[in-house]
């Protein structure tokens, strides 16, 4: 969804002249650094801070059916009025039928919203005091369809149905003992008695002492089973030698009685319906509960057509206007009904709706609305750095009216802990200890740098020709430390340098101080204008060089 406002009409006109212009009245320092390519496109956008407020109505229709508990009469009596119409909605007079149904009886109610025959019917008005919606809302129900009746599954008797468990029976004689209260012993196998495992029967062993030749503790070899005594058997304990134990099944009493279902005459073999739970009467209702929900969204949005995934939008942030309350756009509360937005409010409350899963129509249902938006215009374009010699991304927030820039990675904003600097710094050190030869270079290279920057400046504006051929000049800045970048983004920035003097020239040698005059004889024609200014500060820099260059000559 693209809006098409004044806003997006205008910054579709900016063009690359008008940014450049913008950053010379804004942030000159900033456009001094910086070269633009003019051929460049610009990437366009309008963002939308958006604070938007809203109340919520879920409606849900459900319908419960349930035994007609004797506790249950009175609520119904209390909450239920009979001489209304019947083709209208009451209001339930009291609402303790249903938590007593839910939370006590343990009945679930039945959704069912999406019979839309009832909508209509629960089209009530909400109860509001003064402009404020009721956080709790009245229960509605439809008379005709709330109501008791004879339970029609038992015809009102409550225990018509036979038990599935004995078929009606509730007594019959034992399947096991066949009403005898015993069964066989399974142990001595209805005998009463059990083989001795010892002498198998016999009653009598070999004699282990003499192993069956004869002595003194036996006869002629065989002695008696010390186990069964020599009848070679004994008495089976399970049933004590009767041969039968009592019926596991009936315990002994010879018949089975159904726990399920009743024993006297009127319900005998039956259980209580399943449908009436024994109370002969059923009650069905058909109620609607309403919910009131505050919705809150915060969020900034985009809806254009561009790929956007580069830009980071927490950048807008600190530029929004969090504090502005939202004003009603759309009220629907029963037949109050306005509408006050144009057409950007309309599509940023679709979008939230989109986002929050609601709608004006339908259910859910918004019934009031309130937002606050704010387009936050954006124009984002390339950017090479002068001394740095590097390209970086250029944001530039609200374009139209007070511009702020951003430049992604700056290269003027250094880490608190860097290795490598940290490296260069002791490097440097060391060099400026022993005057290595690097370090004299990069020492010709900083100063040659200070005194192009400040003949660049000398006319209050530093033309693209001039950042350009600044740019091949200084190649990189690698070499040099923090400290020492920061000393020329420092310079780049001054509006007004301190007056040159011959220390500002020191160049080490001739060759490196010859280079140094060509270079800014060149720069100083790079872009065929010559101001009063500029050429006030080329004829002291060339003067003060010429004086260093005679000092060298003579030594």
Known sequence: MEFNDPI???????????????????????????????????????????????????RKIYKISFPLYNDLKQFLADGISEDEPQHTVKQLENDKIINALIHIAGIEPVDISTDTTLHEKFNFPLVKTGEEIHKRQPIFYI?????????QHCNGKKYAVLCPECKGKHRWACHDCKGAHDTPCGICNASGSITCVTCMGKGDLICNKCNGAGCSECREGICICNDCHGEGFYVCEACEGKGKIQCNTCKGV????????YSDTERYGKIDCQNCHGMGHTGQMVYSETKIE????????????????FFDMNILDPYCKKQEPPLTVFSAINEDCFIVEDNTSHDLCKLVQTELSISRLGNPKVVLEELFYQPVPVTTIFVKHVLHNTVHLLTIIDPLNTPNFL?????????????????????????????TKAFVTKEDKLKKIRLMIALAKSDGVVAEKEKEYLTEIIGSLKEFTNREKKLL???????????????????SNLEALELAMQQIHKLAGVDAEMPEAEKLVLDKILSLMEKRKSKIQKH
């Not at 913008?22 to 320092?29: D, N």
């Not at 010879?254 to 279902?261: D, P």
């Not at 992604?408 to 260069?424: G, M, S």
């Open 8 to 58: 997006s009409t205008q910054l579709s006109e900016i063009s690359i002249t008008d940014i450049k212009n913008l950053m010379q009245k804004h942030l000159s320092t900033l456009y001094d650094k910086v070269i633009i390519d003019s051929k460049q496109r610009i990437l366009k956008m309008v963002f939308y801070y958006v604070r938007y407020k809203s109340v919520v109505v879920n």
């Open 143 to 151: 008379p005709e369809l709330t109501f008791t009746e004879v339970c």
């Open 254 to 261: 010879g018949e089975l009685i159904c726990n399920q279902c």
């Open 294 to 309: 505050k919705k809150f969204l915060q969020k900034i949005f985009y809806r254009g057509n561009q790929n956007i995934e």
């Open 407 to 435: 430049l992604k990675d700056n290269p003027e904003e250094f880490k608190v802990l860097d290795i490598q600097n940290a490296l260069k710094v002791s490097v440097s050190f060391f060099g400026k200890l022993f005057k």
């Open 489 to 507: 983004f420092d310079y780049m920035s001054e509006s007004k340098h301190h007056e040159l003097t011959e220390k500002d020239v020191d160049f």
